[in-house]
Antibody, heavy 121, light 106 residues
C-alpha cells in the first residue's frame, strides 16, 4: 500500500532553516508529483508547491518563492522541503501529498502523517 | 490571488443532509476536490473532479460544481462525518484551498 512517511517534529529559531523529508513507498516514486501543504495551528490548509520527482523540476507558490526549496533523492524515494529564514508564523504542520493528475488538475490521494515545525526563540 | 470561500461552520442532525458550499470566481470552469480532516489527522480525499469518489469513500458523499459555486453534500450524515472539510482547486498552476468548514453533527 502507498505510504508517505515524514521526518519527526522539529524546533527552530527565527532566521534558521528547516528541512523536512518524505519517504514514499508502495508506488513508483518518479511517477507522481509530490506536493507540500502546510497548516498553521487552528488554521486551514495552504499549498506551498510541488516537485516532479522524475526531472527534479519544482514550482512554488508565489508566497514562498525565494524561501523554499523542494528537492528529491530518487535512489531512496524521498522528497525534501527546505524552508529558510524562518519566522514565528511559519510554525505549522507540514504535509507531503501525492496523487494522480487527470483532466488538467492534480489531486492529493495520499498524505504523509505531517511534521510539526515550531519556530521559537 | 484566487480565493475560495466556505462557511466557517455547518450543523446537521444525524441522518439529515449537510451541504457545504465553496465559492470562487468562475469556479465552475475548474475541477474541484474536497478533503475531510478529523482532529489530529491528515486530510483525506473524498471527492475529485467535482463529483467523483475515490475507492472506499461512502456513497453518501457527493459533489457538484457550477457557475461560481461548488457544493459538497453529505446525505444521511453520521456522527463519524463530524470533521473539517476543505475544497480545493487549481488556478494558474497554483493550488488553492478553501477556508474550511467545520461540520458538527448534533
Amino acid at each position: 500500500q502507498v505510504q508517505l512517511v515524514q521526518s519527526g517534529a522539529d524546533v527552530k529559531k527565527p532566521g534558521a532553516s528547516v528541512k523536512v523529508s518524505c519517504k514514499a513507498s508502495g508506488y513508483t516514486f518518479t511517477g507522481y508529483y509530490m506536493h507540500w501543504v502546510r497548516q498553521a495551528p487552528g488554521q486551514g490548509l495552504e499549498w506551498m508547491g510541488l516537485i516532479n520527482p522524475n526531472s527534479g523540476g519544482a514550482d512554488y507558490a508565489q508566497k514562498f518563492q525565494g524561501r523554499v526549496a523542494m528537492t528529491r533523492d530518487t535512489s531512496i524515494s524521498t522528497a525534501y522541503m527546505e524552508l529558510s529564514r524562518l519566522r514565528y508564523d511559519d510554525t505549522a504542520v507540514y504535509y507531503c501529498a501525492s496523487g494522480f493528475y487527470g483532466s488538467g488538475s492534480y489531486r492529493f490521494d495520499y498524505w504523509g502523517q505531517g511534521t510539526l515545525v515550531t519556530v521559537s526563540s | 490571488s484566487y480565493e475560495l470561500t466556505q462557511p466557517p461552520s455547518v450543523s446537521v442532525s444525524p441522518g439529515q443532509t449537510a451541504s457545504i458550499t465553496c465559492s470562487g470566481d468562475k469556479l465552475g470552469d475548474k475541477y474541484v476536490c474536497w478533503y475531510q480532516q478529523k482532529p489530529g489527522q491528515s486530510p483525506v480525499l473524498i471527492i475529485y473532479e467535482d463529483s467523483k469518489r475515490p475507492s472506499g469513500i461512502p456513497e453518501r458523499f457527493s459533489g457538484s460544481n457550477s457557475g461560481n459555486t461548488a457544493t459538497l453534500t453529505i446525505s444521511g450524515t453520521q456522527a463519524m462525518d463530524e470533521a473539517d472539510y476543505y475544497c480545493q482547486a487549481w488556478d494558474s498552476s497554483t493550488g488553492v484551498f478553501g477556508t474550511g468548514t467545520k461540520v458538527t453533527v448534533l
